[in-house]
């Protein structure tokens, strides 16, 4: 059945990730282009339920390319996940003739559109909104290369200090079920161990590397864990290296929130206009019930039963590699 798509709404959902205002940016002046009015509904899926909402206009997201975070807040919403939840989100959409949805996240929020769509036959689009970059169907996530070079700054600034006192510091990075910003801060950072959800923490095998780093004279060194290690985090892992080598000056370092701030990287921008604007013309071409992404700079459409999280494989090569550079 064809569409007729003269109004959307746009929610951002979930963990905030640099380049989402870029993102409601893009989505609005795109459909403004098409003569496609715009409503922003505040805190993701709870602004529907809620009626929460506001016009966006061409003037309401300028100068919003540059800054972190999102201007329609977010949040996880728990009466979204009952179906009375979805219900009253449904009839506020019908209620403010909104003929379309796009929804900027990760995972949860692109399970909680595809129940969404398959009730009620609505219409939505998503779009990748997440710092882990843990969603099949695109090479990168919004958000992903800004905090993989947040986690990249502040490890440098860490490694003076380690160097400077001799110590070692086990650093905490965000990646609960995947570890791509762990992995790839850690070969960028010359870590000397990095441990990812993604396999098993043999403690064992980093406590014998640790013991040759000795002998080889090695004085300081960084290991980057990310949270949802199956060892137990950074401060579980410093525990053990200490209890085999009560010599060693420790430290733990949670870089924590910290990690979803600041202003997004060039990069982060044009992904979040390129994926906005996407969106609008996947919509005017009637396709729904998917994420939009970019894959070897093509975009393409991935349904959200495809889309999310625990089909972005990790790289061996990568871990391999980070293996070789720190002996």
Known sequence: MSLEINKIGIITSGGDAPGMNACIRAITRTALYHNIEVIGFKQGYNGLIKNKHSVLS????????????????????????????????????????????????????????????????????GIPGTIDNDLFGTDNTIGYDTALNTVINAVDKIKDTASSHGRLFVIEVMGKDAGLIALRSGIATGAEAILIPETTTYIEHLLKKLSNDRKNKKPSGII????????????????????????????????????????????????????????????????????????????????????????????????????????
Do not use: W
């Open 224 to 327: 980057i864990v990310a949270e949802g290690d199956d060892f137990g985090g950074a401060y579980k892992v410093a525990e053990a290296v200490k209890a085999d080598h009560p010599k060693y000056d420790i430290r733990v370092t949670v870089l924590g929130h910290i990690q979803r701030g600041g202003s997004p990287s060039a990069f982060d921008r044009v992904l979040a206009s390129q994926l906005g604007a996407g969106a609008i013309n996947a919509l005017i071409e009637n396709k729904t019930n998917a994420m939009v992404g970019i894959v070897n700079k093509e975009l393409v459409l991935t349904p959200f039963e495809q889309a999310i999280k625990h089909n972005h494989k990790i790289n061996m090569n990568l871990l391999k590699l980070a293996e070789i550079l720190a002996c």
């Open 58 to 125: 061409s003037r309401s997201v300028s100068n919003i390319i540059q800054r972190g975070g999102t201007i329609l807040k977010t949040a996880r919403s728990d009466d979204f996940r009952t179906k009375e939840g979805r219900k009253k989100a449904f009839e506020n959409l019908k209620a403010n003739n909104i003929d379309a949805l796009v929804a900027i996240g990760g995972d949860g929020t692109f399970t909680g559109a595809s129940v969404f769509n398959q009730e009620f036959n609505f219409p939505v689009i």
